[in-house]
């Protein structure tokens, strides 16, 4: 897979045609989970339950998009084994099967939800595993583009493109050297578009989170990247796991691309990279 392709052209979609995903295809997606679809902590056991369309009125009250289900899609989860990092782990899986999907050119959208059980309830799951992901997939349904009017003053109004979400951070806003909030030298560190570390950053930047809030960065510390969480008033535990994996996966297997087999090294970082309070070193990968 061109994982730096298929981040690029993945996006979250609302809503999908009235069609049902071919066997085929579900059999492609359960074989990847199986064999390729990569693992952050493979010694944690998962497993993969692919739902169909009826799964959204069984599931109303359990999960949604911001509370709202999603229509005409099929679902998958991902159930684990309680252990440390399980959600981190299962962000890296599901991401990694969603961008699979886009190569199949199925639609997805990540979905919410607060209490694993009524999850597995709802969806008649027997499993002892935790409900830890949710997303809905299918072939996406085309919406017309929505503008919105951006009065400035009496004279001055622009037409603009609504999209789905807000707009993201980029590297200059994610990225610093040695200590928190320091820019000084990060340029030269991470090169131009062409070098193999902008553009795993840049993949890391294009990660879905909960409206876009991007709660986390990185720091950059003589031969290491360094993930940063940041507390989000918006975003729960679980799901700011989930976000971490992702970010994770979208950096690892771009880096992969160019420069090898890249680990991540999961916990606190033993050094002081000078974090505001709220902030929290979790993770680093060597370059």
């Keep these: 897979m061109d994982y730096s392709a298929m981040i690029q052209n993945r996006k979250s979609v609302r809503e999908f045609q009235d069609t049902k995903v071919p066997d085929t295809t579900l059999a492609e997606i359960k074989r990847y989970y199986d064999g390729e679809c990569g693992r952050l902590v ?37 159930l684990s084994d309680e252990a440390e990092h399980m959600a981190e782990n299962a962000g890296f899986i599901a991401e990694d099967l969603i961008l699979h999907m886009t190569e199949l050119n199925l639609g997805t959208c990540w ?19 935790r409900v830890v992901a949710l997303a809905a997939f299918g072939v996406e349904k085309k919406a017309a583009k929505r503008l919105f009017l951006n009065i400035q ?17 980029g590297i200059e806003s994610l990225v610093f050297s040695g200590k928190w909030g320091n820019k000084d030298g990060v340029d030269e560190e991470i090169g131009d578009m062409d070098h193999p570390l902008w553009q795993a950053l840049y993949a890391a930047s294009l990660a879905p989170s909960y409206l876009n809030r991007q709660p986390y960065g990185f720091v950059l510390d003589g031969g290491k990247v360094v993930l940063i969480s940041k507390d989000d008033a918006y975003t729960d535990e679980n799901e700011q796991k989930l976000n971490l994996g992702i970010v994770m996966l ?38």
């Design 111 to 129: 979905l919410t939800f607060k209490d694993g059980e009524a999850v597995k309830k709802a969806l008649g799951i027997e499993s002892g595993r």
């Design 153 to 169: 003053n009496i004279s001055k109004v622009d037409a603009v493109k609504r999209e789905f979400y807000s707009p993201r951070l």
């Design 42 to 78: 493979p010694s944690i056991g998962t497993e993969l339950h692919l739902l169909g369309a009826d799964s959204r009125e069984k599931l109303k009250g359990a999960a949604g998009y911001n509370e709202f289900m999603i229509g005409n899609a099929g679902y998958f989860a991902i």
């Design 250 to 287: 979208h950096f690892a297997a771009v880096a992969e691309q160019t420069l090898g087999k890249r680990t991540w090294t999961l916990g606190a970082y033993d050094k002081d990279l000078g974090l505001p309070s709220g902030y929290r070193a979790v993770a680093s990968c060597k370059l």
